[in-house]
């Protein structure tokens, strides 16, 4: 946002300084033209008067005196010619018969006057020629010619542009400070106001935004500080709940399964029936509040990737996914099932092992568990674009099509794998996960039965590409 407001404001700055030293540049080099026109204007005047005076008492000693000085003094060339053209004074190496001269001479003759013609500028070279006419009115008795050099007027033009343009960098820079800090002053309260509104969306507690600049944002930041604490009591309230609730039901449950253990060997063999299904649901409860905890954990850490900056993370998917499948190579063979990881060139994960580890044990627990005895299980591990896919296929009974969409939904589970021990809750967990690290889940059929669960990752290669 900054960077867009400091655009606008300095584009404004730069037309402002544009409309203001374009014009002014133009009438310096106009004023400096004018004044060397003018200048030499005086000087043919004064030329054709001496002309005149010479052609009437047929002396012309003062004029040849007067423009050879002139010419030694300014280094600029004359010449006067009569009415026949014949030259009467030539200095300067300039002569009636060139034929710009003879143009110009011509046209005086007509009592025509001629001036150069366009504004100087600082790059402007060369001489410029002036003529008039020697007499007054229809009585014309000669010309005179003068070439002016309009080097020293070209150099004051540049310094006054010089002037000028120091004067508009200056102005420039003065917009550049002032729009900078006041882009700061209303865009850094923003700032502090979009981190603690990302903590308080990750569900960590809320950073106070600080109040400042503009009324309208202090107004907004106490606003927003009141509401943050409400909701970040609240969220606290909550996690302090489900913790506390599963810490506290262990106490419990692990005296209850003591007594009930305690019981066995006095139940009488009618009763076994029902201490095998109290044992199962103390398993099945045990198990659901690791899940609540896991859960808990994994929104936790997160709302923590999502807001911090943290260490970057990354490990082998190929190597950590092997060593899980050879951890539950036991467990599918007491399941009847066939596991087999695919072996792959190494792929760097934006991850650590531990959460890569935990999500490969979520998808593989899943797959032996519901993929069912007979079944197959495939792992593998690949490259595909800017990301990492750890992918977990079987060829059980799957789900419908149907059924897909709410396969990540927290307890949701399928109705034809509800005499399988579970509590709904582990691709929940396992989703969290690959979100905190900025991944998903995808989870799609496999012809002709059969479940596909794939996270993908983001490659360490592009994370360590990416800005902070």
Known sequence: MRTRVLTVVLAFAVLAVAGFAVPLLGVTATQRTEQLVA???GDLDRFAGLAEQAAESGDTGVLTAEVTRYSELYGEAVVVVDTRRAPVVQTGGMRAADPAVARLVDAALRNQRAAPGGTLRPWSRGDR???????TGTRVSGAVVLR???????DDIALRWALVLAGAGLFAVACVLLARAATRWVVRPLHRLDRAVGALAAGLPAEHARAGGPP???QLATG???????V???LEQQRRLVADTSHQLRNPLAALRLRIDSLQPRLPESATRTYTGVTAELERMEHLLDDLLALANAEHRAGELAVTDVAEARCDAVTVAAAQAQLWQPVAEQAGVRLDPVPGPPVLTACTEAELAQVADILLDNAIKYGGQGARVETRCFADGPDAVFEVRDDGPGLGTAELPQAGVRFWRSERHREVRGSGLGLAIAEQLAGG????VEFAPVEPHGLRVRVVLPRAERQQGRTP
Do not use: C, I, K
Request: hydrophobic share 45%.
């Open 224 to 230: 927003f500080n009141r509401m943050a604490d409400a």
């Open 129 to 135: 020629l002036l003529a008039r006419p020697v007499g």
């Open 232 to 234: 970040s009591t609240a």
């Open 437 to 440: 690290r900025g991944g998903h």
């Open 216 to 218: 309208e944002l202090r």
């Open 148 to 154: 002016a050099s309009v080097r020293a007027a070209a």
């Open 39 to 41: 200048a030499r204007t």
